[in-house]
C-alpha cells in the first residue's frame, strides 16, 4: 500500500473487499512506466494480468503521464491507462487480458452483386464505347485496407465475407475505432431508401417546333392562383420546381403548345442511397438476318439464317445519392434509341443486323427531397413505314408491287422525363398517398390535345 501512495495512487475509503466496489484516483504529474501502475493495482485488487502478445509486452513498459482523475471506478481508470497505451483490455472475473490486436467482425446488409457493362453512343455514326464495372464488396475491401493504412502502417488483410455481410478485421486500438466508425456511417448512408417517381411523355413537335421544345418560355400556373409559376433554375433543358409549386396540369398545358403530347409510361421505382434504378419503356423486336452461306453435297448454296432481338424505346438509369441534410443528388441517364431504317427488319437478304441509332445524355443535379425535375431536350426522328394499297392485293407476292406503295413517314418527337424523388423515412408515419400513389388524370381530363 505504500507504494500505491508514493505513486499518487490513491483509494477512497469504501470499505469492500471487492474492487469493483471502490473507486479510485490517480495523479501522475512525471513520467512513469505503465507496468508500474499496473503493478499496484494487481497488489491492490488482488488482480491477474495475461498479455496476450508481444507488442502488449513492450507498450506496457513505456512511459504514460499526464494522468488526473479523482473518484472513477476501476473500470473507468483501466479505460483511462490502456488509452493512453493503445491498448486493449477485457476484465473478465480476477484476470486482465491485454493485447495489441484484436480481431472483430462487423456486419454490412448489402445484397453480394456486381454492376458491369457496356455504354455506346452513336452521335453521327461514330461510337463511343464505355466500359464499367463496380464490385460494391471489392471497392468496400480497398476503401478498409487504405484506412487501415492510414491509421498504422502495419496492417492485416480484412476478411470479406460477401455471402453472409460479414467484414472481419484485425488491428490495433486505433484501427478498429477507425473501420467501426467507418461501417457505422457506411450503414446510415446504405439503408437510406428513396422512392422516384417519374412521368415520361412524347411530344410529337409542330411544324413551328422542329427546333425542340422552348423550354425558356417555360412557366407553370397553379390552379388557384392567376400568378405564374416558374422554375427555380434553368440549365439547358433541365428546370427545378419546388414540390409546393409544381403543377403536372399547368406543365403539360405548356408542352402541348409545342405539339401532341403523349404520356408514355409512369413508374415509381424504389431504390437504397446510391444504388441503381433501372426503368426500360420500349420493345424487344426480332429479326432474322443471313449470317452464313454454305453449299450442299451438290454444289449449291444455302443460307443461314439468324434469329436475334434487339431492344429499342427508352431506357432510363438513376443513381440518387443522399446527403447528410436530406439533399439528393441524382446522376440521370437517359437513352433512346431507334432503327435508322425500318426496312431493314424485313430485309432477309441483309448480312448484319439492323442498324441503330442512340441519343443519350448524363445530367447531374442537386435537388431537395420531394423537388420535381423537368428534363427535356432528347430529339428523335421517329420513323415508321405505311403500306398504303388494295385489300388483299397488296398482300400477294409480285402483285403486291401493282397494287401497293410505300412511304416513310418521319416525326421529330421530344421527349419529357418528370423526376420527383421522395426519401423515405421508415419511421414517419406516411400512406402510399404521401408518396404519389394515387389516380393520375389522363391528358383529356387536362384538356391537353
Given at each position: 500500500?505504500?507504494?500505491?501512495?508514493?505513486?499518487?495512487?490513491?483509494?477512497?475509503?469504501?470499505?469492500?473487499?471487492?474492487?469493483?466496489?471502490?473507486?479510485?484516483?490517480?495523479?501522475?504529474?512525471n513520467p512513469i512506466?505503465?507496468?508500474?501502475?499496473?503493478?499496484?493495482?494487481?497488489?491492490?485488487?488482488?488482480?491477474?494480468?495475461?498479455?496476450?502478445?508481444?507488442?502488449?509486452?513492450?507498450?506496457?513498459?513505456?512511459?504514460?503521464?499526464?494522468?488526473?482523475?479523482?473518484?472513477?471506478?476501476?473500470?473507468?481508470?483501466?479505460?483511462?491507462?490502456?488509452?493512453?497505451?493503445?491498448?486493449?483490455?477485457?476484465?473478465?472475473n480476477n484476470t486482465?487480458?491485454?493485447?495489441?490486436?484484436?480481431?472483430?467482425?462487423?456486419?454490412?446488409?448489402?445484397?453480394?452483386?456486381?454492376?458491369?457493362?457496356?455504354?455506346?453512343?452513336?452521335?453521327?455514326?461514330?461510337?463511343?464505347?464505355?466500359?464499367?464495372?463496380?464490385?460494391?464488396?471489392?471497392?468496400?475491401?480497398?476503401?478498409?485496407?487504405?484506412?487501415?493504412?492510414?491509421?498504422?502502417?502495419?496492417?492485416?488483410?480484412?476478411?470479406?465475407?460477401?455471402?453472409?455481410?460479414?467484414?472481419?478485421?484485425?488491428?490495433?486500438?486505433?484501427?478498429?475505432?477507425?473501420?467501426?466508425?467507418?461501417?457505422?456511417?457506411?450503414?446510415?448512408?446504405?439503408?437510406?431508401?428513396?422512392?422516384?417517381?417519374?412521368?415520361?411523355?412524347?411530344?410529337?413537335?409542330?411544324?413551328?417546333?422542329?427546333?425542340?421544345?422552348?423550354?425558356?418560355?417555360?412557366?407553370?400556373?397553379?390552379?388557384?392562383?392567376?400568378?405564374?409559376?416558374?422554375?427555380?433554375?434553368?440549365?439547358?433543358?433541365?428546370?427545378?420546381?419546388?414540390?409546393?409549386?409544381?403543377?403536372?396540369?399547368?406543365?403539360?398545358?405548356?408542352?402541348?403548345?409545342?405539339?401532341?403530347?403523349?404520356?408514355?409510361?409512369?413508374?415509381?421505382?424504389?431504390?437504397?442511397?446510391?444504388?441503381?434504378?433501372?426503368?426500360?419503356?420500349?420493345?424487344?423486336?426480332?429479326?432474322?438476318?443471313?449470317?452464313?452461306?454454305?453449299?450442299?453435297?451438290?454444289?449449291?448454296?444455302?443460307?443461314?439464317?439468324?434469329?436475334?432481338?434487339?431492344?429499342?424505346?427508352?431506357?432510363?438509369?438513376?443513381?440518387?445519392?443522399?446527403?447528410?441534410?436530406?439533399?439528393?443528388?441524382l446522376s440521370i441517364?437517359?437513352?433512346?434509341?431507334?432503327?435508322?431504317?425500318?426496312?431493314?427488319?424485313?430485309?432477309?437478304?441483309?448480312?448484319?443486323?439492323?442498324?441503330?441509332?442512340?441519343?443519350?445524355?448524363?445530367?447531374?443535379?442537386?435537388?431537395?427531397?420531394?423537388?420535381?425535375?423537368?428534363?427535356?431536350?432528347?430529339?428523335?426522328?421517329?420513323?415508321?413505314?405505311?403500306?398504303?394499297?388494295?385489300?388483299?392485293?397488296?398482300?400477294?407476292?409480285?402483285?403486291?408491287?401493282?397494287?401497293?406503295?410505300?412511304?416513310?413517314?418521319?416525326?421529330?418527337?421530344?421527349?419529357?422525363?418528370?423526376?420527383?424523388?421522395?426519401?423515405?423515412?421508415?419511421?414517419?408515419?406516411?400512406?402510399?398517398?404521401?408518396?404519389?400513389?394515387?389516380?393520375?388524370?389522363?391528358?383529356?381530363?387536362?384538356?391537353?390535345?
Open positions: 500500500m505504500k507504494r500505491i501512495i508514493f505513486l499518487v495512487l490513491t483509494v477512497t475509503a469504501v470499505f469492500a473487499a471487492n474492487c469493483n466496489k471502490k473507486l479510485f484516483s490517480l495523479h501522475i504529474a512506466k505503465l507496468k508500474t501502475v499496473l503493478s499496484d493495482l494487481v497488489d491492490e485488487c488482488n488482480l491477474n494480468i495475461v498479455l496476450k502478445d508481444q507488442k502488449a509486452k513492450k507498450l506496457i513498459n513505456k512511459n504514460i503521464e499526464f494522468i488526473n482523475v479523482e473518484h472513477v471506478p476501476l473500470n473507468d481508470l483501466l479505460k483511462i491507462l490502456f488509452e493512453h497505451a493503445n491498448l486493449f483490455y477485457k476484465i473478465k486482465i487480458t491485454v493485447s495489441y490486436n484484436q480481431t472483430k467482425t462487423f456486419r454490412v446488409d448489402f445484397i453480394p452483386n456486381s454492376i458491369s457493362g457496356i455504354t455506346n453512343i452513336d452521335s453521327n455514326d461514330n461510337t463511343i464505347k464505355t466500359d464499367y464495372k463496380f464490385d460494391f464488396w471489392d471497392n468496400l475491401k480497398n476503401n478498409i485496407i487504405q484506412i487501415l493504412k492510414n491509421t498504422n502502417a502495419e496492417y492485416k488483410d480484412p476478411i470479406i465475407d460477401k455471402n453472409s455481410g460479414l467484414v472481419t478485421v484485425t488491428g490495433n486500438k486505433n484501427q478498429i475505432e477507425e473501420i467501426a466508425k467507418y461501417i457505422n456511417d457506411l450503414n446510415k448512408r446504405l439503408h437510406k431508401e428513396v422512392l422516384i417517381d417519374v412521368k415520361i411523355y412524347s411530344v410529337t413537335l409542330s411544324s413551328s417546333h422542329k427546333t425542340g421544345i422552348d423550354w425558356s418560355q417555360l412557366s407553370l400556373s397553379l390552379a388557384n392562383k392567376s400568378v405564374p409559376i416558374t422554375a427555380s433554375n434553368i440549365i439547358g433543358d433541365n428546370a427545378v420546381f419546388k414540390s409546393a409549386t409544381f403543377n403536372i396540369g399547368g406543365l403539360l398545358d405548356f408542352l402541348a403548345q409545342n405539339g401532341n403530347v403523349n404520356s408514355i409510361s409512369n413508374p415509381k421505382i424504389v431504390t437504397l442511397n446510391n444504388q441503381k434504378a433501372l426503368i426500360k419503356v420500349g420493345d424487344t423486336i426480332y429479326y432474322k438476318y443471313a449470317s452464313e452461306i454454305t453449299t450442299d453435297n451438290n454444289g449449291n448454296p444455302t443460307t443461314q439464317y439468324t434469329i436475334d432481338s434487339k431492344f429499342v424505346g427508352v431506357l432510363l438509369d438513376i443513381t440518387p445519392q443522399i446527403s447528410d441534410n436530406n439533399q439528393i443528388i441517364n437517359p437513352r433512346i434509341s431507334s432503327f435508322k431504317d425500318p426496312t431493314q427488319l424485313t430485309n432477309s437478304s441483309r448480312e448484319m443486323p439492323p442498324d441503330t441509332q442512340d441519343n443519350t445524355m448524363i445530367s447531374v443535379v442537386k435537388l431537395q427531397n420531394n423537388d420535381t425535375l423537368v428534363l427535356g431536350g432528347l430529339i428523335t426522328d421517329d420513323k415508321q413505314l405505311k403500306v398504303n394499297g388494295v385489300p388483299v392485293l397488296k398482300e400477294i407476292p409480285i402483285l403486291k408491287y401493282l397494287f401497293s406503295s410505300r412511304e416513310e413517314i418521319t416525326n421529330k418527337k421530344e421527349l419529357v422525363f418528370i423526376i420527383t424523388p421522395h426519401i423515405i423515412n421508415l419511421n414517419d408515419k406516411k400512406t402510399l398517398k404521401d408518396y404519389g400513389y394515387k389516380k393520375l388524370p389522363n391528358l383529356e381530363e387536362l384538356n391537353v390535345k
